[in-house]
């Protein structure tokens, strides 16, 4: 899974050979819009479909949590979870960043919780 928020590409997921790994990071980076590259990628058989449900419904679950706590606008915070660990990205400042990590602590099910933020200057 790539998942690109203001230039930052995510690599996310399970890729079974590692020439396949380096070959989606060559690709991801060679991209003009791609200002940083963040590989979390797994060297792994892919995952069953329970995990990646429950992934989905956790991803939901985290979405909903955030949008029910005090930050402000929380459709700047982009949610990817891969086997149950959190990826919170976004354009944010500092205490919108703890707020959304905060909430999405709170959430059962969660694992980790992994800030892929780029932090703006409070007010």
């Known amino acids: 899974n790539i998942t690109v928020y203001?230039?930052?590409?995510?690599?996310?997921?399970?890729?079974?050979?590692?020439?396949?790994?380096?070959?989606?990071?060559?690709?991801?980076?060679?991209?003009?819009?791609?200002?940083?590259?963040?590989?979390?990628?797994?060297?792994?058989?892919?995952?069953?479909?329970?995990?990646?449900?429950?992934?989905?419904?956790?991803?939901?679950?985290?979405?909903?949590a955030i949008a029910g706590s005090d930050f402000s606008d929380s459709t700047r915070v982009k949610v990817v979870t891969e086997r149950a660990n959190v990826y919170l990205m976004g354009l944010v400042k500092p205490a919108e960043a703890q707020i959304a990590v905060d909430a999405t602590r709170g959430v059962t099910g969660v694992v980790r919780v992994i800030k892929v933020f780029e932090y703006i200057e409070e007010d």
């Open 6 to 64: 203001n230039g930052v590409a995510l690599l996310t997921g399970e890729v079974p050979d590692q020439r396949d790994i380096d070959d989606i990071i060559d690709l991801v980076k060679a991209d003009e819009g791609t200002t940083q590259v963040i590989n979390r990628l797994e060297l792994a058989g892919k995952t069953n479909m329970n995990s990646r449900a429950n992934d989905g419904w956790l991803t939901t679950k985290v979405k909903t």
